[in-house]
Nanobody, 122 residues
Framework: QVQLVESGGGLVQAGGSLRLSCAAS????????MGWFRQAPGKEREFVAA????????SHADSVKGRFTISRDNAKNTVYLQMNSLKPEDTAVYYC???????????????WGQGTQVTVSS
């Protein structure tokens, strides 16, 4: 099994930046595709970004393209989400996920952490 712990959330003003981290344990993530989802109050969980195990393939939701970037450091068993130009509508709990399949992690399958709250004030 893979255990995932997110960190780095907080309160930031619109236009600001945050970097979320997702530390994995239990298995090396080098064989896993990793992803980020978010869930705002009263809304369904939505895909944000994903990266293949090798890091060669990435995918970002249209709503965050050009502002958010997923990256990984397999040596540290950690995945990151750099979030720039934050907007109030980015307010949500952000979850990190892992699956051996890139397509599966984009669909929300696999292992998931407990989430970290991001709040963007206007």
């Amino acid at each position: 099994q893979v255990q995932l712990v997110e960190s780095g959330g907080g309160l930031v003003q619109a236009g600001g930046s945050l970097r979320l981290s997702c530390a994995a344990s239990g298995r090396t993530i080098r064989n896993y595709a990793m992803g980020w989802f978010r869930q705002a109050p009263g809304k369904e969980r939505e895909f944000v970004a994903a990266m293949s195990g090798s890091g060669a393939v990435t995918s970002h939701a249209d709503s965050v393209k050009g502002r958010f970037t997923i990256s990984r450091d397999n040596a540290k068993n950690t995945v990151y989400l750099q979030m720039n130009s934050l907007k109030p509508e980015d307010t949500a709990v952000y979850y990190c996920g892992a699956d051996v399949s890139f397509g599966a992690v984009k669909a929300g399958a696999g292992y998931w952490g407990q989430g970290t709250q991001v709040t963007v004030s206007s």
